[in-house]
Structure formats: C-alpha cells, structure tokens
C-alpha cells in the first residue's frame, strides 16, 4: 500500500496494474464461493467441513484483496446486462465500497479458519450439515459483493441473498433447540419487512430520478423533490438501520445472534450489520447527495438510543452471546452518530469537519468488525467447550483454556474502548469530531452535540462495567458448574482463526496509520475532503483553528515503560521473597465455595437499580406452602427477567393489532364460493372502471 | 538544554505524585484528625505503612491468576503515564503533545478496571460486590467527566492539556465565567467519585457491606497492598493535581526554565497542601451517602456540567 | 376476399359471438346452454379462419380449426356427457328435469341481462384507446372479447349449478381467446396450443368433480358448499 509520499508515476503505475486486480479477484472470489456450495452438497462429511472452509477463506481473500485495492485507489466499473433478466447487472468498486469489501473479507478469511474446526466438533447435524456447509460459501460471497452493486435491482437482488442465506445459517442447529425456530421467524420478518421499505424507497427514487443505476440516481437526485427525498431517506434508512441493528428495529438481533452457530454470528455481527451502515451512507450521502438538518438529527438520536439502551441490555443479559449481539447494537449506535453528525455539518456547510465524522464512524465499523469477530469466535470457543452460554454457570476458564481467555480479553480490551485497545482510538476520533463540531452554527447543533456526547459517554462507561463482568464472571475465579470445571481448550484451528482476528485488533491498535489514505479515499468517495486524520504513527486532527494528536504506540510504550518501573522498584526496595499461597478471606466461617462468587446477574443488579424506569424488570415470586400449614413453607419459586421494554411498548401492540386485523378479515371468508368469486369479479370491475374513467 | 528542562519537569512531576501521594494522604489524615479533636497518626505515617508492607511476604490466595497479581503494578502504571502527561509542573515537556484530556481520563478508567477484574478474580463475594459497585459509579461518573472535558475545550479549541492550561493562564477571566466554574464544580463532584472519597465511598470504612474501593482490594497483603495503596494515594494526588492545573494554573512553569520549574514545584506543593486540607476538613462534615443515592449525586453533577457546556456556548457569542 | 365483404363477416362472427355469451345467460335449460356454447365456437372458430384468411397466415387457419374443434365439438360432448351421467338415475323418479335445469341464480335473469349490457358498455369504454392505437376492422371488433370475458366472470359469480359454472369459465376463455385474435392476430402457436390443453383438462377436472359432488350431496348445487373457510 503507498504510504504517503511515493512519486506521482510510481503511483500512476502502480494503479494501472491494481484496476485489473479488481476484476480478476472479484470473478476468482465469485468462482470459488461457487465452487464451495457446490462442495458442500457434494462431498462427504469429512472432506467437506475442510474444503468448504478453505473456498470460504479464499472467497474472503479473495474480496479483501478487491478491497484493499480500491482502498489503494483503483476504481472498476462494469455492466453485464445478461445476468439479471431485465434491467442486467451493474458493478461499481470504489474506495467507500473498498472499504466495507476489506472488512467483510478479512473477518469472512479468518472466520471461515475458525469455523473448521468449529463445524469438525459438532456432530452431524447444525453447522456441519450438507445445508450449512453449501451456503455458507454463499453468504460469504454475498457479504462480499453487496457493497460492489451499481444499481437498486443488483443491489436488491444481493441483499436478499445475503438475508436468504444468512437465514438458512441462523435456522442450522435447529435440531438441537425450539428457540432456533423462534429466532429464525423474528429474523425472517424483520429481514423481509427491510426489503420491502428497501424496495418501495429505491422504486420511488428510481422512478422519479429516471433511471435505476446508481450513477443515474447520483445524476438525478437533484431533480427529485424535497418532500419525495425526505420520504426515501426515511424509508431506506429504517431498512438500513435495522440491519445494523439500531433500536427500535433491533429485535432480531439479540434473538438470531446467540442462536445461530459461533462463526456465523461473527459473520453477521462482524460483517452483515456493517452493510446496513454502507447502505446508508452510500444512500444518505453519496446518492442523496446529502440532506436537510433533520435526517441526520434523527439518525443521530436512533443512534444514542441504541448505543444506551443497547448496552444497557448487555449489562443485564447473562447469556454471554446475546451480552454480544446487544453490545453490538450499541456499537453499531457509536456509527450511526458519527454517520448523522458527518452528514449534519455537511448540511450546514462545514465540510471538513463532516469528512472528519465520517472518518471515526468508518474507523469505529473497522475497529468494531475487529473486536466483536473475536468476541464471537472467544464465546464460540467456550460454548463448544463447555456447552454452556449462561455465565451464571461458567468461570474459571482461564486456567483451562488460556489461549482462549486471553484472546476474549484483547478484544474486550477493545470493546470496553479504553486505551491501549483500538476500540479506543476511533471513539477519541468520534469524541473529537462532536466536540469540535460546536463550531457549526445553529441550535440544534448546540443541544444535541453535548447531548451526543454524554451519551457516547455514559454507553462508554457502561460497556466497561459489562466487559468486566463478561471477563471477569465468565473467566475469572473459579468454576461454577461441572461444565466449566472439564472445559477443555479449543483445538489449533479454532485458535489460528481467533489468532488472525487477535492480530488484526492489535495491528489497528498499535498501528492505525495503516488504514491512513484507505480512509480518506472512502471518505472521498462520498464527496468529501480527505482529512488526513489517520496516518504515520497515529492520529492528528487539524482542521480549521483545532488540532488533537493521539498516539497510540506512544500510549502503549509509555504503559510498558511504567508497568517495568511500577514491577521492578518494590522488587528493589522489599526483600526478594517466593510467593506464597494463602486462603481467601473466609471471615472465619470455611473456605468458600465457588457458588458464593458475584454472578453475571448480581454484577448487574447495581445497575439495574439504577436504571430501574427505562428497564423495568419483572420479578414473579411464588410461594408454597406445606399443606398442613399456610405459615411453612414449603417451595419458594423466585423468576427475575429483565425484557426487551421497546419490544414490549411497540412490537407488542403491533402484533396484537395485525392479529386482530386478521381476525376481524375471517368474517370475509363467509364459506361460499359464490362470494370468493365474488370478489374477484368486483375487484375486476372496478380495475376496469377506474381504467376507463382515468383515460 | 529545553529538552533537558523538559524531561526533569516529565520525571519531577512522576517523582512528585509517587512520593507525595503518601505525603497528601497522611496531611489529610493528620487534618481530619486534629479536627476530631484527635492527635492523629503524624503526616509520614502513610510511607512508613508502605515501608512495612513492601518487607512483607509477597502472597496469592489460592485460585487468583495473573489478573489479580499484575493489577496493582498495571494501577500504578496508568497513574505514572498519567502524571507524565497532566501539566502539573510544566506545560513545556517533550510529551506535552501527546497529553489529551480524553486519553488521561481514559488511563484513570483503565487503571479502575483491572482493579475491578481483581476483585472478580479473587472469586469472592466482597470482591465481586465491591468491583460491580464501582463499575457502576464509574459508568456514571464518565458523561460527567467527558462532559467536563467538552467545556474546557470550547474555549481553547483542544483537548490538549497543556494548551487549555497555558490558556487559562493567559485568560484568567475564563475561569470565573459561568461556564467556568460549573465545569470547575462538576470536575471536583467527578473527582471525589473517581478516587473513593466521601460522600461517594468512605476510604476508612471496615464494614465490607459498606465498601467499594476497599472490597475490591479486600485479599492483597504485603508488597501488593503497597502498590494498591500507593495507586489509590497518586490517584487520588494527580486528580487533586489535575483540578489545581485547570482551574488554578498560576505558577506553572509555561518556558522552560530551571526557575520557573522550581517555583512551579513550590506552588505546586502547596496548592495541593490547600486543596487536601479542603478536602480533609469537609470529609469532617459530609457523611458517605448511601449507595444508590449516589446515582442522584453524580446526576446533578452531570447537569452541571451540561450546563457548563451550553453556558460556554451560548455565552461566547456563537451562534 | 374484399375488404368489405371480410369487414362485413368479421362484425357477423363477432355479433355471434356476443350474442351466444348473452343467450346463456339467457335459457334456463342446461342442455340448452351447452348447444349456444358450442355455436359460440364456431364463431370464434370462424373468426381465426376469417383473420387467418384475410392476412394470409395458413398458421391461424390451422389454430382456428383446432379451436373450432376443440371449443364447438370436444367441449360441448364432454358436457353433454356429464349431464347425461347427471341425470341417468333421475330418470326413474322423474326428477331428470330439475338436473337439467338451473336453479334459480342468484340474480335472477332480467337483472343479469342489465348487467350484460353494462359490462358491454364498460368493455367498449375500456377497449376505446386501444382501438385508437391501431383502427382496422379486428381491433374495432376488440370490444366484442372483453364484453364477453366480463360476461363469462358474471356467469362463473352467479350460477348456482356446477355446469353452468363451467360454462361461464369455458365463456372467459373464449372471450380472452377473441381478444387475443382481435388484437394482436393470434399468438404464437405454442401458447395456443398451451391454453387449449390447459382448458382441456380444466373441464376434465370440472366433469369429474360434479360427478362427486352429486354422489356427495346428491345435487350439484354450489351452495351446499360452504366448508371452504377458517
């Protein structure tokens, strides 16, 4: 990658013989998912787990190398008008689509390592299965080329085989549990009701811009007016930000996240909700071509409330997967405010500062796929090491599976977005953009960014306390179940993969500057200024009259330097001694047993308190008595559940309106077929009659 | 020959946090005594603890992993790389560019974290109850402190420490605007947060049902217990440090200069000496809250800080 | 063949062919119905021809016969069939006439003759503009399939006997047939051939399902069927 200063013709050179990487990685990424699907229906069961792993990593190499070299700055296009009937197929690689094409690539690489060995230790069923192994190929290649479609049909086409195939993964261990079922009903509606705020936005936009593909949409946006605009960007953006996974649209996340396989929830969490996030910023502010203050001032309240309320619910979750899908609710959250504040100052002219804000939330969705793939893969480890996802029931993992424990905590190092972790470095980028964003003028400006920034703030905090409750409950102190206590590590090829992932936080922790131009490239795609904050050794912000250098490989030096002096001087005072073994505080009364340790539930509770009106959890206590007597007890029955309280609010009514809907429509089915034909007739009729008067 | 200033200035201000955090603790410990009417222990009797524990035998309780036994050198490390990086005695140092506001914060709450996965570790019930308390308080006590930092940088236009102190030198009408001393106010409610004091946690306590701080550490004895303390003394001297550079710069060596250095020791020491006896003789006073009012503290210390924002904002004029 | 004179057949075969549609709305007599249904095949039959002939196109000749032959000879025996198995155990108590004839439908006739002409009126209404696109003497005639589409949907709703049901669907065809003929000169063999087969076996199924019906009820009123619902 040219870091900088390279001359102009070593760069031109170098671009010419990068455009046709593009399309030559590109027919090979698509060749080999092919070639995987087909393996996996094909083969038997012990070839076919490997050979598909080993296709799906080369489809993410594949795609990653496609991204890296848009990255670097090549462009492709390309229209193939026979592979879709109708309206053909238009490709487009630029630095934006780059971008989310590296990151689906390198995490779909180092997943598919890790779900080798994963699938190897289940049985036949789930994961390993004929189904899931043919189209996890698939949904890797999907994953891989929605970012690459040019048109609303190519785009469309995508994503519903992005969503199909994520669907049929999420649906593959259905054998092994009936909440599976469940889990795959909630994600297939919400994917397809999407789909369908995708499709009528994109109709109407292509309808009144004249014409489908995106070139054409970006040409003749200007044309279509204000109010028909606002309508688009509200009906996509729902559809978007609900594939990211932002509240209130959120409900399939937390139930399809932990019942799908380990690795595929990594793909999703790691790979799919970024698309949501590329959806709307190619969209909002590269179609579009931006908008009016109140598009970006609601996308940036939906993404607070997502970032609070969706790392409120990962403090209460005890099931640690779900703890990881609401955690990346939040995160996705972080993105969207950076997403809404770029396109705010944009709309109020200040456009390098919205180059800036685009530059943390791209940063934030990089660092992010980085953490929670590992996340994912770390949980995968322990659930198939244990069988267990409660961290009530877990701990003491760490003297068991070691490699495993210290992975989960890197990336939580990251999660919790404290240095010297890279989730910390894109959150300090976003922190800066908003803080310096007071330059901008305008009320509104005034209100919500302080507002933003105390959320970020108060979601920062609070992840901090559910990392360490994930770390230090689930692998610290000592087993709370026989499960836990015969965990045994996970084998080499889980570990290379959750390696790969490991070594990809820490490069983007210590060396951020690798992304640098990358960056800025997609961030100029969209039209704005490059703004040259990621690059050399760290990152610089200088902009107008503000400047903030942060460096993270200072940070990290210094840290080492006096965690070294911070050892060595007792060392030099005290005398040198062994260390020795003592009891733990027992006050007197036995050594104590593991159970007595703070469980998941009871680390939240504080927190719970506190947060008491917006979760308001349910208590049910049931006592029963001896028969002889009302005043012994007998049985004592204690259920403490903390629900979704926007999925109660507002899905609830909805459904319970649609059954009554469907209800109340049971009275048109009379019985007599004189009537069903009846209806058609009439519908008929007065289609035709409609038709005659209009003309 | 700056450079040289620079890295005795970086070097003195670690020396002076790692050796005075004892000193602080034992004048406010001395303070709070004579105005209990106690003799009290004698201001050097926090560095004879220290003394004493540094000869003990070092001990693990058994069932404890390196999560516990790095956790207080790794406390003590993110204080130090913070006392480097706060201008406490010089805003002309070879590392004045990397000090950011945000990134100083974040140290703080790094070092609050692996004490909190200590208490986990040690798999007891004190440990977990005292890190879920303070892993609640310190989740919300950041929107405070973040906030804070929002409104010390408006008027400078960074986060860089040195840059808004070297600003509130020049500018001393700053400090006395609204915006100002809200910020100032809501800072000196986070700060008793962050460090364990009353009315947020009572440092002396022995009650364990009572305890934050103190059930964290509840199981470290001997070298490590000196550590422990020794991070909870700087901790607690660089956020006092901190305040005074922020809201009370005068004398901080802006030029480097060998004289202007020592004088900013001086003053230095004897700011502190002031805050500490401040802090002391209200701690007299105050009774630690119960813990869930403590939520209700830090929410109006949030308020004020937001505050301290829009007042900045709105009152410099922009538009 | 002159141009006048093909103009003067054409309206002939397409007055025919609505008058069919408007006379089985008409008689009461099943037998009857089956008869008018089958002189409405000839017209169509002799509408392909007389297209097929005037643009010299052998291949619409050739479907036009198949048409006639399928909708004017195979059709109608099939029914008749039906109707004869319908009514072979009723001739002994004498109730064969009750078979042969339709019930009471559900608007009686004097109104769906009203409704006739409406549809008619709406599908001259409705055909306005694309006669205008192209006016010959085929696509003026386009009025004549829709009327008759509308009116076979009419009688399909309406009658409650299960032949008459067929009747008004076999009605739909035919009139989507013309207007495809009316319109666009035909279309292409295949589909021809396609829709034929599909109609075919349509009324194989049909005739079947009333012989079941009458040996389920005894009568192969469509009222008595009302289980189809939640």
């Known amino acids: 990658m040219p870091a900088g200063a390279s001359g102009d013709h070593r760069r031109a050179a170098e671009s010419d013989g990068a455009v046709s990487v593009i399309p030559a990685a590109l027919a090979t990424a698509t060749a080999l998912g092919g070639a995987g699907a087909l393996a996996g229906c094909s083969l038997p069961r012990g070839m076919r787990i490997p050979v598909v792993g080993a296709l799906t990593a080369g489809v993410g190499v594949g795609g990653g190398a496609v991204g890296v070299a848009a990255l670097g700055g090549s462009r492709w296009a390309a229209a193939l008008p026979g592979v879709l009937p109708l309206a053909g197929t238009h490709l487009a690689v630029d630095a934006l689509a780059g971008l989310f094409m590296a990151i689906a690539g390198a995490v779909v690489a180092a997943v598919a390592v890790y779900g080798i060995g994963y699938a190897a230790g289940h049985g036949p069923h789930g994961l390993g299965s004929r189904t899931a192994q043919a189209v996890l190929p698939l949904f890797a290649l999907t994953l891989v080329l929605v970012p690459v479609a040019a048109s609303v049909s190519t785009f469309l086409v995508l994503w519903e085989l992005m969503a199909l195939a994520s669907l049929l993964l999420v649906l593959a261990e259905h054998r092994e549990r009936a909440s599976v079922r469940q889990a795959g009903v909630w994600y297939a509606v919400m994917t397809h009701l999407g789909l369908v705020l995708l499709l009528i936005g994109f109709a109407l936009f292509a309808a009144q811009a004249g014409g489908e593909t995106f070139a054409a949409l970006r040409a003749g946006a200007h044309t279509v007016s204000p109010m028909v605009r606002g309508l688009v960007f509200v009906l996509v953006a729902a559809a978007f930000t609900s594939k990211a996974g932002a509240v209130p649209l959120h409900a399939w996340l937390p139930r399809a996240h932990p019942e799908a396989p380990s690795p595929v929830s990594a793909l999703m969490s790691a790979a799919m909700v970024n698309l949501g996030i590329y959806g709307l910023v190619r969209t909002g502010l590269d179609l579009l071509g931006g908008g009016p203050a109140w598009w970006w001032l609601g996308l940036m309240a939906t993404g607070g409330a997502s970032a609070v309320y969706g790392i409120l619910q990962a403090a209460m979750a005890s099931d640690l997967k779900r703890l990881l899908a609401y955690s990346t609710s939040e995160n996705m959250g972080l993105v969207l405010i950076g997403v809404g504040a770029s396109g705010l100052f944009a709309a109020y002219g200040d456009r390098p500062l919205a180059a800036l804000a685009l530059a943390a939330a791209l940063l934030h969705v990089v660092n992010h796929a980085a953490f929670k793939a590992l996340l994912f893969c770390a949980a995968g480890s322990v659930l198939r090491a244990t069988g267990l996802r409660d961290l009530d029931r877990l701990g003491g993992l760490r003297p068991r599976m070691p490699v495993t424990a210290g992975l989960f905590a890197l990336a939580a190092l990251g999660a919790v977005a404290l240095p010297p972790g890279n989730g910390f470095i894109s959150e300090w980028l976003l922190l800066q953009s908003l803080i310096h964003g007071l330059a901008v003028p305008g009320v509104a400006v005034a209100v919500v960014l302080p507002l933003s920034v105390a959320l970020i703030a108060l979601s920062a905090g609070i992840a901090a306390a559910v990392f360490v409750k994930a770390l230090g409950v689930g692998f610290f102190a000592r087993p709370r179940s026989e499960q836990a206590a015969d965990a045994k590590e996970a084998p080499p090829l889980m570990l290379a993969g959750m390696g790969l992932l490991g070594a990809g936080c820490a490069a983007l922790a210590l060396v951020p500057g690798l992304l640098g131009d990358g960056l800025d490239r997609a961030v100029g795609a969209v039209g704005l200024p490059g703004s040259g904050a990621v690059a050399g050794g760290g990152l610089k912000v200088r902009l107008a009259d503000v400047s903030a250098t942060l460096s993270p490989l200072w940070v990290v030096a210094a840290l080492t330097a006096a965690l070294l002096l911070a050892v060595g001087l007792p060392r030099l005072y005290g005398r040198r001694r062994r260390r020795a073994n003592a009891r733990l505080w027992d006050c007197g009364g036995g050594a104590p047993t593991p159970r007595m340790a703070y469980t998941a539930t009871s680390f939240a509770e504080p927190l719970q308190r506190v947060f008491d009106d917006v979760l308001a959890p349910e208590q049910d206590v049931n006592v029963t008595p001896v028969r002889e007597s009302a005043y012994l007890v007998e049985r004592v029955r204690f259920q403490h559940r903390v629900p979704d309280r926007i999925e109660h609010r507002l899905y609830e009514p909805v459904l319970r309106a649609l059954a009554g809907a469907g209800q109340a429509s049971r009275r048109l089915a009379g019985g007599s077929v004189h009537l069903y034909l009846g209806y058609g007739f009439v519908g008929l009729v007065v289609l035709l009659l409609i038709l005659a008067v209009g003309w | ?319 | 063949m002159s141009t006048g004179l093909y103009t003067q057949l054409l309206d002939l075969a397409c007055g025919a062919f609505l008058l069919a549609a408007v006379i089985v709305l008409w008689v009461r007599e099943l037998t009857a119905i089956v008869r008018v249904f089958a002189l409405q095949g000839i017209s169509l039959a002799a509408l392909a021809v007389l297209l097929g002939g005037h643009e010299h196109r052998w291949d619409l000749v050739g479907v036009g016969v198949g048409i006639g032959l399928l909708r004017a000879g195979v059709l109608p025996h099939l029914m008749r069939r039906a109707l004869a198995v319908l009514t072979a155990d009723r001739q002994r108590y004498g109730t064969a006439a009750t078979e042969t004839r339709e019930t009471q439908p559900l608007i009686n006739v004097a109104a769906s003759l009203l409704t006739a002409a409406l549809l008619t009126l709406l599908a001259y209404a409705v055909a306005r503009p694309l006669t205008e696109l192209h006016p010959t003497p085929a696509t003026r005639a386009l009025p004549v399939g829709l009327a008759v589409v509308l009116i076979g949907f009419f009688v399909l709703v309406t009658r409650r006997r299960a032949l008459s049901q067929v009747v008004g669907f076999l009605l739909l065809d035919n009139g989507i047939t013309a207007t495809a003929f009316l319109a666009t000169s035909g279309v292409p063999l295949i589909v021809e051939l396609g829709v034929s087969f599909d109609v075919l076996l349509a009324v194989l199924v049909l005739q079947i399902l009333t012989t079941r019906m009458r040996e389920a009820f005894g009568t192969t009123d469509i009222d008595d069927l009302r289980e189809l619902h939640d």
């Open chain 2, 1 to 319: 020959m700056s450079t040289a200033v620079g890295y005795t200035a970086v070097a003195g201000q670690i020396v002076v946090v790692g050796a005075g955090a004892p000193l602080l603790t034992g004048w406010m410990r001395q303070v709070r005594a004579r105005l209990e009417g106690r003799a009290g222990a004698g201001v050097l009797q926090p560095w004879r603890d220290a003394r004493k524990l540094l000869r003990k035998e070092p001990i693990s309780p058994v069932g404890t992993g390196p999560a516990f036994r790095t956790a207080p050198a790794l406390l003590v490390a993110t204080t130090v790389v913070a006392a480097a990086l706060v201008p406490l005695l010089s805003t002309d140092t070879p590392v004045s560019g990397h000090a950011d506001l945000i990134v100083v914060v974040a140290l703080i709450a790094l070092g609050t974290l692996v004490l909190a996965l200590a208490g986990l570790d040690t798999g007891t019930a004190f440990g977990g109850m005292g890190a879920s308390r303070e892993m609640t308080v310190a989740a919300l006590v950041e929107p405070t402190i973040l906030l804070s930092v929002f409104a010390l940088s408006i008027p400078a236009g960074t986060t860089n420490i040195p840059a808004i102190v070297h600003g509130a030198v020049d500018e001393p009408a700053r400090l006395a605007s609204p915006a100002g001393l809200l910020a100032t106010a809501a800072l000196a409610v986070a700060v008793l947060a962050e460090t364990g004091r009353i009315p947020v946690d009572n440092p002396s306590t022995h009650l364990e049902l009572t305890m934050i701080h103190e059930a964290m550490v509840l199981e470290y004895a001997g070298p490590d217990l000196a550590l422990v303390e020794l991070g909870a003394q700087m901790r607690l001297t660089l956020l006092l440090g901190l305040l005074s550079s922020l809201f009370v710069p005068w004398g901080i060596a802006t030029s480097p200069s060998w004289a202007a250095l020592a004088v900013a020791l001086v003053l230095f020491a004897a700011k502190l000496t002031l805050l500490g006896a401040v802090l002391a003789a209200a701690e007299v006073f105050w009774a630690k809250v119960r813990l869930f009012r403590v939520p209700e503290l830090l929410a109006g210390s949030f308020l004020l800080a937001l505050l301290a924002v829009t007042a900045s904002y709105f009152l410099s004029g922009a538009s």
